[in-house]
């Protein structure tokens, strides 16, 4: 989350020593700008079942909810009466309500906050299925920053699995339509380690069924997502038509209500097709308006709609314009950003930018700074396993034709020759 928070002193230690746990949830949830609604979504519960936690007092309490709580808002356990595996004084018994709602999205959630939530509903019977679901996939993306997504996929796929026997098996439509949901995020997330393995088709084919399941679910936001995602697919694949179709079928699923930041995002992925399809004029407008977009959304402060979790900042919008740049062979568009600002983060997804900046440099005549961006690169497809950043590179490597390159280049060669992943 990103926000800097004083657990030491102040109102929320005062309310930890009191064994007041639910005020220390509702002062971090305020200090983390989060409305009880999106905390909800994250732990399977409603809205009002947030709001009854927060105003428990010195009550007993579930050690299931303080847990998956206090791993959402990133809470020393410590303060929530946790630490050293003690449990709150009173701890909730078993056949709590609110117990049997997140006993199965708890321990999940003390391994990483939630990358994409769970949406609420107060009718839920499925036991927090849906909600233990989206908090595995929301770990296995956690993991997908460390590890090589080879050794991600078996593991992923059995995820996927018991999701789709759990679904077949709910017992209502609203049951069905949460789990649903819940495989849609899987299915996309089998799309990514597709795609970062170089297996488009399989990728192609996990984005499709992530979108068939968002329709099931009856979520727009959600679908429109995951249309969004494969437009986005496509456009890095080179299908700009394509994308840029299912843009605007994305939009056509939320209506003219959509959230602001899904038009800020949309027009990345607009930019990404009109470079794809080798349209720089376009692309130059929907980036200037994307950024315009993302300005007013950095000023408004408004947390970000699920499933669109993260902020949209200028930044990401600096990012997608490298990466146009690159496409479009426009060195002035992916070496006027500041690159170093841009670097940060993912190291899968950073290698990829830098190749795109390693391609700007190489259209700009920069052959001996290019190579050493794109080495960097490669050494973290090569420790990733990662077929995209390696076929990436050898795609930086095609574009200069040269009778006699230079060493960075022969060295470079040297490295790519035999890399089978």
């Known amino acids: 989350m990103g926000d800097v928070v004083d657990f030491q002193t102040g109102p929320i230690r005062d309310a930890s020593r009191a064994g007041d746990y639910g005020r ?4 971090v949830r ?7 609604a999106a905390l909800g979504q994250a732990l399977g519960m ?6 009854r936690l927060e105003k428990r007092g010195s009550s007993p309490y579930s050690t299931d909810v303080l847990a998956a709580a206090a791993a ?4 020393p356990p410590t303060l929530v009466g946790l630490a050293d595996g003690r449990t709150p004084q009173g701890q909730a018994r078993d056949d709590d309500p609110m117990h049997r709602r997140t006993v199965l999205g708890g321990a999940l959630a003390a391994m990483a906050a939630p990358v994409i939530a769970a949406a609420p509903d107060p009718r839920d019977t499925t036991g927090g299925q849906a909600a233990a679901l989206r908090l595995t996939t929301s ?20 995820h996927i699995r018991l999701t789709q026997t759990l679904t077949r098996s709910a017992a209502g439509d609203a049951d069905r339509a949460r789990l649903a949901a819940a495989g849609s995020e899987a299915a996309s997330f089998a799309g990514w380690l597709a795609w970062d393995k170089g297996d488009h088709g399989s990728a192609r084919s996990w984005y499709g069924g992530a979108v068939k399941a968002a329709r099931a679910s009856g979520n727009a936001l959600l679908t429109a997502y995951q249309i969004g995602t494969l437009a986005q697919f496509e456009a890095h694949a080179g299908n700009g038509v394509e994308a840029l179709n299912l843009a605007r079928r994305a939009r056509r699923v939320l209506g003219e209500q ?14 990404l097709g009109h470079a794809a399809a080798g349209d720089q004029r376009r692309a130059d407008r929907a980036l200037t308006e994307s950024r315009t977009a993302a300005e007013a959304l950095t000023i408004e402060q408004e947390p970000p709609p699920w499933p669109w979790v993260f902020s949209f900042t200028p930044d990401k919008v600096a990012a997608c314009r490298v990466t146009c740049g690159a496409r479009l062979q426009l060195p002035q568009w992916v070496l006027a950003q500041d690159v170093e600002a841009l670097t940060t983060g993912h190291a899968k997804q950073r290698a990829l930018l830098v190749l795109d900046i390693a391609t700007g440099h ?5 052959v001996e700074a290019a190579f050493a961006l794109a080495s960097s690169a490669l050494d973290t497809g090569l420790q990733y396993r990662s077929g995209r950043i390696v076929e990436r590179a050898r795609a930086v490597r095609r574009s200069l034709t040269t009778a006699s390159p230079p060493k960075v280049v022969r060295d470079f060669d040297e490295r790519l020759h ?4």
């Open 72 to 75: 959402h808002l990133e809470i």
């Open 24 to 27: 220390v949830i509702e002062l």
């Open 258 to 271: 959509r959230p602001a930041v899904a038009d800020a995002w949309l027009l990345t992925v607009d930019a």
């Open 46 to 51: 409603s809205q009002s079942a947030v709001s």
């Open 418 to 421: 035999g890399v089978y992943l």
């Open 30 to 36: 305020k200090e983390r700008q989060m409305t009880q």
């Open 139 to 158: 770990a296995y993306r956690r993991l997908d920053g460390t590890t090589p997504s080879r050794d991600l996929a078996d593991a992923v796929d059995g």
């Open 362 to 366: 190489l259209a700009g005549g920069r």
